[in-house]
T-cell receptor
Framework: QQQVKQSPQSLIVQKGGISIINCAYE??????FPWYQQFPGKGPALLIA?????SEKKEGRFTISFNKSAKQFSLHIMDSQPGDSATYFC?????????FGKGTRLHILP | SAVISQKPSRDICQRGTSLTIQCQVD?????MFWYRQQPGQSLTLIAT?????????ESGFVIDKFPISRPNLTFSTLTVSNMSPEDSSIYLC??????????FGQGTRLTVV
């Protein structure tokens, strides 16, 4: 059973556009929702994270929107740049264990 | 944050052999975890490395196949035993402190031939 569902699997966005990646979860025991960015050949790097008592968090061009009642959260990348092209993973934490979504391959067209 | 060093960064191994991967952290951490990332896939938690006691394995992973050691709060090893081509993956060490973010090493890219 997949605990964190992520969509879309892949995404192509024009430079300057908005990239949106969505995730949903079932387990209400999750207490922390990070997003990771991974470039080929590298380990995942923490991008931004949110706790369930907050509805939105913004860091530069990256924003997480969190809907606790719907058990959904999303990552918005504003003014997307070619350097943002990477795989993005949403995740959820419970008991200090991180459970990952399947990932979204984002490609920003120059 | 934490700086995590993993060794080796990559290896090509013969089937039937074993490989031990090392994870060194630059500070003491409460939690250490081992993940597997199969080609083009997401990360799957293998086990939690417990300091001073046996590791806690997730469903589908067993100690005989993936023995783990954690002698202190800054170091852990994962051994991939009796390897087959299906074990070809990236293996990642992750560390976390209570109520803080988790950090990942660069991973060990393993190819079994």
């Amino acid at each position: 059973q997949q605990q964190v569902k992520q969509s879309p699997q892949s995404l192509i966005v024009q430079k300057g556009g908005i990239s949106i990646i969505n995730c949903a979860y079932e387990n209400t025991a999750f207490d922390y929702f990070p997003w990771y960015q991974q470039f080929p050949g590298k380990g995942p790097a923490l991008l931004i994270a949110i706790r369930p008592d907050v509805s939105e968090k913004k860091e530069g061009r990256f924003t997480i929107s969190f809907n606790k009642s719907a058990k959904q959260f999303s990552l918005h990348i504003m003014d997307s740049q070619p350097g943002d092209s990477a795989t993005y993973f949403c995740a959820a934490r419970r008991d200090d264990k991180i459970i990952f979504g399947k990932g979204t391959r984002l490609h920003i067209l120059p | 944050s934490a700086v995590i060093s993993q060794k080796p960064s990559r290896d090509i191994c013969q089937r039937g052999t074993s490989l031990t991967i090392q994870c060194q952290v630059d500070s003491q951490v409460t939690m250490m975890f081992w993940y597997r990332q199969q080609p083009g896939q997401s990360l799957t938690l293998i086990a939690t490395a417990n300091q001073g006691s046996e590791a806690t394995y997730e469903s589908g992973f067993v100690i005989d196949k993936f023995p783990i050691s954690r002698p202190n709060l800054t170091f852990s090893t994962l051994t991939v035993s009796n390897m087959s081509p299906e074990d070809s993956s990236i293996y990642l060490c992750s560390v976390g402190k209570a109520n803080t973010e988790a950090f990942f090493g660069q991973g060990t890219r393993l190819t079994v031939v």
